[in-house]
């Protein structure tokens, strides 16, 4: 069992920045692929961005290209979502999770192997 607690969630203005961190520990953590998901009120969790558990490929949602970097920490035991010039529509609650790998992630929420408790992220102009 995979164990995530994400932290860095808070509110910012249109156009700014925020890290969020995830970190997770359990067994065999290390061999997990990670990613980002978000969700706001009444509509369904959706895909962010992923990263393998070697850290060397990466893959976002579009509405998220360019703006957005996924990244794992030394020691894989980390990963971070920094979020560059933050849009309102990036508002939403944020959640790190687990996979057997980036295509599981990138598909949607089944097969997701743990989930963290979420951050809340808000952008207001």
């Known amino acids: 069992q995979v164990q995530l607690v994400e932290s860095g969630g808070g509110s910012v203005q249109v156009g700014g920045s925020l890290r969020l961190s995830c970190a997770h520990s359990g067994r065999n953590f290390s061999s997990y692929a990670l990613g980002w998901f978000r969700q706001v009120p009444g509509k369904e969790r959706e895909f962010v961005a992923a990263?393998?558990?070697?850290?060397?490929?990466?893959y976002y949602a579009d509405s998220v290209k360019g703006r957005f970097t996924i990244s794992r920490g030394i020691g894989a035991n980390m990963v971070y979502l920094q979020m560059n010039s933050l849009k309102a529509e990036d508002t939403a609650v944020y959640y790190c999770?687990?996979?057997?790998?980036?295509?599981?992630?990138?598909?949607?929420?089944?097969?997701?192997?743990?989930w963290g408790q979420g951050t809340q992220v808000t952008v207001s102009s």
């Open positions: 990263i393998t558990w070697s850290g060397i490929s990466t």
């Open positions: 999770a687990a996979a057997g790998s980036t295509t599981v992630l990138r598909t949607g929420t089944t097969n997701i192997k743990s």
